[in-house]
């Protein structure tokens, strides 16, 4: 906080540069999982700290600062994922079919950490974006119910919802996977 405000007074470089060093290395790994391309991840990572700091002023230490800039960096590559989207959408069909079945029972969460490494990274990409990311805010991240739903401007139960239906699809995802192995 302290190097916030210092750079909020006085606009030095060297504030602004041990903030680029504290946080670029996380943002940038953050990028990386969410765009899956480096150049992309890199151009994101100097555009998120563009709106970090031209809205510094903001922050109202409601929430800790790494949430804060958290939140902003998941923002950008959610917005920036679905423009893309859009636009590929623009040369599609627009009407998707809805390939979930209700599951009767929550997956539990040792179902997905049993999953090999190789397995997991190919059912991540599987799903969509938004569960993908909220997954990796609750087990990569290690973040509480609290700060997701801080993040993401939701309830907490309807983050744990988005979780139950995250971890359902991407246990789905898995399974159909493996019975696809099998034949």
Do not use: H
């Not at 993401?152 to 971890?167: G, I």
């Amino acid at each position: 906080m302290e190097v916030i405000n210092r750079y909020l007074e006085t606009q030095a470089s060297l504030c602004f540069s041990e903030l680029y060093n504290r946080y670029s290395g996380k943002i940038f790994s953050k990028c990386l999982s969410l765009l899956k391309d480096e150049e992309l991840a890199q151009d994101a990572t100097q555009e998120v700290f563009t709106k970090i700091f031209l809205n510094l002023s903001k922050f109202g230490e409601k929430a800790k600062f790494s949430t804060w800039v958290y939140s902003i960096t998941y923002n950008f590559c959610i917005d920036y994922l679905r423009r893309k989207k859009k636009m590929q959408n623009l040369f599609a069909d627009d009407k998707e079919v809805d390939k979930l079945a209700d599951v009767a029972d929550e997956v539990p969460d040792e179902a997905l950490l049993e999953m090999e490494v190789r397995q997991l990274r190919t059912v991540l990409d599987g799903i969509p974006v938004d569960d993908k990311a909220v997954l990796l805010m609750k087990y990569q991240d290690d973040m509480s119910i609290r700060d997701i739903s801080e993040l993401l401007n939701k309830t907490e139960s309807a983050v744990k919802m988005k979780l139950k239906r995250a971890k359902e699809k991407a246990f789905r995802l898995k399974n159909d996977l493996f019975m696809e192995a099998a034949l």
